[in-house]
């Protein structure tokens, strides 16, 4: 079967909501044209969709290794890049004691990757917080609430750290 075949039938499957098949199909497409970088961008996306973020990473960065300028392909790997930094994040934080230091050094590549990540925003306004820096986290929690003005633990946030400050300003 040629790639543009198994790209119709991906497509098909992706209609469907079934991207474990669709994602099947966009391989065997790389298979059949292993220099179309196409290919291997759409099967990153499809990754991203099922949450399956190395496998998308390691499609992107072959899109790109064969299409350098494509500036679509070096965007979504940037948003593929800021979502495995936020998952090391998590462990970073998770680990005992938390790993505030090297958390805030990669929140920040986040959202230099991905201007539009809530979680990166709000996590690090999270980190800047712990750490006792509430200037930072105020404004850092702000920008996330520009992008999600709703998320109450966001809100909450946002009013302790203005507390904090009021209260820093007057003792």
């Known amino acids: ?50 949450n399956k973020w190395t496998k998308a990473k390691h499609y992107s960065d072959t899109a790109i290794a064969l299409e350098p300028d494509n500036s679509e392909y070096i965007y979504y790997s940037e948003l593929i890049r800021s979502k495995l930094l936020l998952e090391e994040v998590g462990v970073l934080l998770a680990s005992v ?37 509430y200037e930072r986290a105020g404004k850092l929690v702000k920008e996330a609430l520009k992008l999600d003005p709703q998320h109450a633990a966001a809100r909450r946030l946002y009013a302790d750290t203005r507390r904090k400050i009021r209260k820093n300003s007057k003792g």
């Not at 098949?21 to 969709?49: Q, T």
């Not at 929140?107 to 820096?133: C, K, N, Q």
């Open 1 to 50: 079967m040629d790639g543009e075949s198994c790209i119709r039938k991906a497509y098909d499957y992706i209609l469907h909501g079934d991207f474990e098949s669709a994602i099947h199909w966009f391989e065997l497409a790389i298979k059949a044209e292993p220099d179309n970088a196409g290919y291997y961008h759409k099967c990153a996306v499809s990754c991203a969709r099922s």
């Open 97 to 133: 004691p938390p790993r505030l230091l090297e958390a805030g050094d990669k929140l920040a590549e986040v959202i230099s990757l991905d201007p539009l990540s809530f979680d990166g925003f709000y996590t690090l306004a999270m980190v800047r917080y712990t750490e006792g820096d």
